[in-house]
């Protein structure tokens, strides 16, 4: 079975109310794969069966998004879950290096996006359809 019929799939069968991918131009290829196919599961699914889904992107890399700037934001509060957060990411053993530079980002921009939340850690995600 491909990946795109398995992400079609689930989303037929757990009827998401929104669903959160990678942004675009995240400069990743395998994010951008991943919204990639995402984007084509869905488009497949209004296609045969009519249904239309909210989808969301989130940055990781970019530290600043110009190519979604524009677009709507949806602020979620993570202040319950945040050190939760952080912790599983140091599980992340395979690229040390990587994490001491992301997790500080991480921080600052959970702070930032929780100020305009008016929360104290929040995630920002832009509404791409």
């Known amino acids: 079975m491909k990946i795109k019929d398995k992400v079609k799939q689930l989303i037929l069968k757990y009827k998401p ?16 794969t991943v919204n990639q196919v995402v984007s084509e599961a869905l488009d497949e699914i209004k296609q045969e069966k009519g249904k239309k889904y909210d989808l969301y992107g989130f940055d990781i890399w970019n530290i600043s998004n110009h190519k979604e700037k524009n677009e709507p934001k949806l602020y979620v509060d993570i202040s319950k879950t945040f050190w939760d957060k952080i912790k599983a990411l140091k599980e992340f053993k395979s690229q040390p290096h990587v994490m001491i530079n992301l997790i500080p980002a991480i921080f600052l921009r959970a702070k930032w996006y929780g100020l305009k939340a008016k929360c104290k850690y929040a995630e920002r995600f832009y509404k791409l359809r």
């Open 17 to 32: 109310e929104k669903i959160f991918t990678h942004s675009p131009s995240d400069p990743m290829p395998d994010h951008r």
